[in-house]
């Protein structure tokens, strides 16, 4: 078994879902829904064996769980089809501009169909095209589920953005001037000691033969 578990949302509320296995995950999808930003993104979540894989776009966010063994290809290939048929479908006409599971119940045979293709035969030409997106994707992310569900936290990125990586490259060089600053004035601290304590040492040197005044050397 590849592909486990696999639904479509939006804003957080599930509007259609399939599974091909019997362990419940209910609690593991909706964490990670909650946990999804409203922005246009790509992640991978890992909990145990597992990747949870996402889309969000829009609001709509399409996730599917799948064996860690799988890799990232072909569960993003199932996501790009299955965000085309999605988007493709045409629900029947509902009173609320707001999409409802009951208005997407009739996508469900659709979601079930595919996760069962891409489980027995997942067609060449999707895979190869995930294949070449995945290659341009840079901000895939791999996040931990279960310091997730056991503390409600997010765990430090594994694979930053671009601008993360500039962001932290500046404020290396920052605290490099501050370093260098900070160094300079503590040299400088460290000469003026210690010329007032080579001026104390040539002090006590002549004072110990002209006195503590200097006055027992001063010529007649």
Known sequence: MSLIHACVAYNGTILCETATGKRDFSQAFQTILSKIPPNNSKL?????QYLFHYISEGGYTFLVMADDALGRRIPFAFLD?????????SPPTSSSSTPTASSYSGFTPTLSSLMHEYNTNPPPDALSNAQHNLAQ????????????LSRGERIELLVDKTDTMAGQAWAFR??????RRQQFWKNQKIMLLSIAVAILLFYLFIANFCGLALNHCSGR
């Open 174 to 179: 920052r605290g490099a001037r501050t370093v």
């Open 44 to 48: 991978t979540y890992v909990w145990e």
């Open 137 to 148: 994707v840079k901000d895939i992310m791999v996040h931990n589920v279960e310091q997730i």
């Open 81 to 89: 089809e299955l965000q085309s048929k999605f988007n493709a479908y």
